[in-house]
């Protein structure tokens, strides 16, 4: 079967840094996908991996390993409203999106 | 620019009635189409999705069905709701053919209780 996983919930200061891991077993990799969603709000995407290494976007970066079918984000300088969860989702071989169940990042001053 | 448009933000329904909830898109041609469900504190399962007029694919067998009328509208109904049915319900679009970089954009969802 198809599988994601990422942990359940990360609790972080605010300024520090935070990773948010993902792992995937997938009937093929059409690419990575990181998604951001407020509680009560839709998810909106913030980033893509297809290809090994690091994708920096301001204070967010993704990263892919696909021979270890694993993938991080990297959340620096965090601010209170980067509390929320975060969303790991992989494009299969149909080209369907598979999700992960999301990581709630919780934000302490 | 490109928008995605779902309605009603929140619904309560007894069990046993029908349901219809709608999305449309604007500013692109062809999209693909996407209907989910997201559980508290699970991830989004896919009911169905369109890749044009007409063109459904079903996901999960259940009480729901989904029809595409128009190029950019798409509709989620069911006959008989149940409790079972209660949740977070999101429609997306993508650009066709869903190769690269191209990610699903969602609407601001609806929110549903049986009751």
């Known amino acids: 079967g198809q599988n994601i996983d990422q942990p359940t919930e990360m609790t972080a200061t605010e300024g520090a840094i935070v990773q948010i891991n993902c792992t995937y077993q997938?009937?093929?990799?059409?690419?990575l996908f990181w998604y951001q969603q407020h509680a009560g709000e839709a998810p909106t995407f913030l980033s893509y991996?297809?290809l090994d290494g690091l994708e920096e976007k301001g204070r967010f970066s993704s990263f892919l390993s696909r021979s270890k079918g694993y993938s991080y984000l990297l959340l620096k300088e965090l601010q209170m409203k980067d509390s929320a969860s975060y969303l790991c989702?992989?494009?299969?071989?149909?080209?369907?999106?598979?999700w992960g169940a999301g990581t709630k990042l919780i934000i302490k001053p | 620019s490109q928008t995605i448009h779902q309605w009603p933000a929140t619904l309560v329904q007894p069990v046993g009635s029908p349901l219809s909830l709608e999305c449309t898109v604007e500013?692109?041609?062809?999209?693909?189409l996407y209907w989910y469900r997201q559980a508290a504190g699970r991830g989004l399962q896919l009911l169905f999705y369109?890749?044009?007029?007409?063109?459904i694919s079903s996901e999960v067998p259940q009480n729901l069905s989904a029809s595409r009328p128009q190029d950019r509208q798409f509709i989620l109904s069911s006959k008989k709701l149940l409790l079972s049915d209660s949740g977070f319900y999101l429609c997306?679009?993508?650009?066709?053919?869903?190769?690269?970089?191209?990610?699903?954009?969602f609407g601001d969802g609806t929110r549903l209780s049986i009751l």
């Open positions: 997306a679009w993508s650009i066709t053919g869903q190769k690269g970089n191209q990610p699903q954009h």
């Open positions: 991996n297809v």
């Open positions: 989702a992989v494009r299969d071989s149909n080209y369907q999106l598979i």
């Open positions: 500013g692109t041609s062809n999209p693909n």
């Open positions: 997938t009937s093929g990799f059409n690419g």
């Open positions: 369109s890749v044009g007029i007409g063109q």
